[in-house]
């Protein structure tokens, strides 16, 4: 079974808590990205999601500034590099989230999100479909 920094998307892209939440957007889509870590330093505080951030705009005054720090999620919602999948499945159940910084010691080395277990599922099933043996004449399995 694969392990969460095998899955996570790396590298993170990282933003400070006081960047406007529509220059976070403009960044995440030139990256091709859909959360990012909000960092201040070496201080991961927190993770933003693209959603997150609409919401926070949404919520706001037409031309008010949104901070990225107003609407993310902290602490970030964690998950040490070797947890086995199910861990991390059931981390972002109980986080009520659809992502996790992953972190092996302090450092954050990749984003998991719930579309990557889903691919992995998907992938492992195809897989196992095609070692299961290929249908003989008369729809029998070999």
């Known amino acids: 079974m ?8 790396s590298p993170v892209v990282a933003v400070r808590p006081e960047l406007d939440a529509m220059v976070a957007l403009q960044e995440m889509y030139r990256r091709g990205v859909h959360h990012l870590a909000v960092v201040r330093g070496d201080d991961v505080l927190g993770l933003v999601s693209t959603s997150d951030l609409l919401f926070g705009i949404a919520a706001e005054r037409i031309g008010e500034v949104v901070p990225v720090g107003s609407v993310c999620h902290a602490p970030a919602p964690r998950v040490d590099a070797g947890a086995d999948l199910s861990d991390a499945a059931r981390r972002m159940i109980e986080a009520r989230t659809d ?4 972190l092996r010691g302090d450092q954050v080395c990749g ?3 719930a579309v990557d277990l889903v691919r ?3 992938q492992r099933g195809q897989s196992e479909d095609a070692t299961e043996g290929s249908a003989a004449p008369g729809g029998q399995r070999t």
């Not at 694969?2 to 998307?9: G, W």
């Not at 992502?99 to 992953?102: E, K, P, T």
Request: hydrophobic share 60%.
């Open 111 to 113: 984003v998991l999100t």
């Open 120 to 122: 992995d599922i998907a």
């Open 2 to 9: 694969s392990s969460a920094h095998e899955l996570a998307t």
């Open 99 to 102: 992502a996790l910084l992953v």
